[in-house]
């Protein structure tokens, strides 16, 4: 146990601190090789870890690509500003609407794909729009927020979800019909904690005369008429898929490279380039962490949690469920959530009670927002504003996580129950 534990943290710090030139999926595959040359993995369990990740990592590179290409057409941007003016200049509906589109991005795009997209879309509109650092810092909190928080709905809306999904045979139909409730409350009770959190730095009037046509803004006018079809006739796929027991990468990442096909014919997108520019580190942040995660398996600590899980069971229905939601929130947060979604599962199957899968998805999604480590997104998320020269500090950071996920987080828990 020891030994797996050490592993695992010296692996959690380097994905955290990025050393210089040491990109995360490096540093996981280098911690997943540690693991299996001192004997806490064997060659068995890599297989059984590739085959759990597989479909999620290759889903979730494929939903990427497509946001990549949406983003080159202008997709993102035009969306961003709809969503401003149909606020009216109201700061407060500029507010909401800031989250509802980040709702929407997370449900379909997922969220790491509103990491990456829409928050420095947003950034550079708020900076056109002179809002005041107050301000900028509260939209782009709420941003981040939103991006976990309503990412439940849908299989593809998270890699928590992908695996999770694949790991109990949890349907696309079957997974959205479970989790439309929960996900309703969690961005209902999003838009009020963070409203209320924020409404003495959200400026009553914006003006948003300055801010081009929406229309303006579209690089590809072909493209952007043929991506609202093509991303219609794609979710029509994932329920085709869902019926013919289907692998969910087939259509991600297929459709995605049809789309950039189509794209490139149309010369709105460089194939080679975007290709070249996808997240493909996190095949092997995924695989490599998942690796380290079996070794604290292998050494017992999904035995452990499934017996904190037993002694919840003891206390009711409502509380198995809301205490299991939660526990995984707490473990992402100190431990990032890619490796507390698998140790969950397999901590889940072994008490039989597989119902609870849904309560470690929510856990897992909305916990990591009490912490700048918990989640891949919210990594990805700091580094791209600090790119942009927003720097956001821990303590800056825990100051609104704590207070604003736990509220949201039961509440989207009782949803479920």
Known sequence: MILAVTIFIITLILVIWQPKGLQIGTTAVAGAVAALVSGVVSFGDVIEVTSIVWDATLAFIGIILLSMVLDEIGFFEWAAIKMAKLSRGSGHLMFVNVLLLGALVAAFFANDGAALILTPILLAKMRYLKMDPKAIFAFLMAGGFIGDSASNPLVISNLTNIVTADYFDIGFVEYMRAMFFPNLLSIAASIVVLWLFFRKSIPARISIDTLPEAESVIKNEKMFRISWWF?????????????????????????????????????????????????????????????????????????????????????????????????????????????????????????????????????????????????????LWLHVLAKKGVKIGWGEYMKVGLIVTPPVLLTALLGLV
């Not at 080679?272 to 998942?290: E, H, N």
């Not at 035995?303 to 205490?323: N, V």
């Open 231 to 379: 991303l219609a006739l794609l979710l029509a796929g994932y329920f085709i898929g869902d019926i013919y027991n289907l692998p969910i990468s087939l259509f991600a990442l297929g459709g995605a490279l049809l789309f950039l096909y189509i794209a490139a014919k149309n010369r709105a997108a460089k194939p080679i380039m975007t290709i070249k520019t996808a997240p493909w580190q996190v095949v092997w942040f995924s695989i490599g962490l998942y690796v380290v995660v079996f070794g604290l398996k292998n050494a017992g600590l999904t035995d452990e949690i499934a017996g904190w899980l037993g002694y919840l069971k003891g206390y009711g229905h409502e509380t198995y469920i809301i205490g299991t939601g939660f526990l995984s929130a707490l473990l992402s947060s100190v431990m990032n959530n890619m490796p507390t979604v698998m140790v969950m599962d397999l901590a889940i199957d072994k008490t039989g009670d597989t119902f609870l899968a849904y309560a470690n998805i929510i856990g897992c999604n909305l916990g990591p927002k009490m912490t700048p480590i918990g989640s891949l997104a919210t990594l």
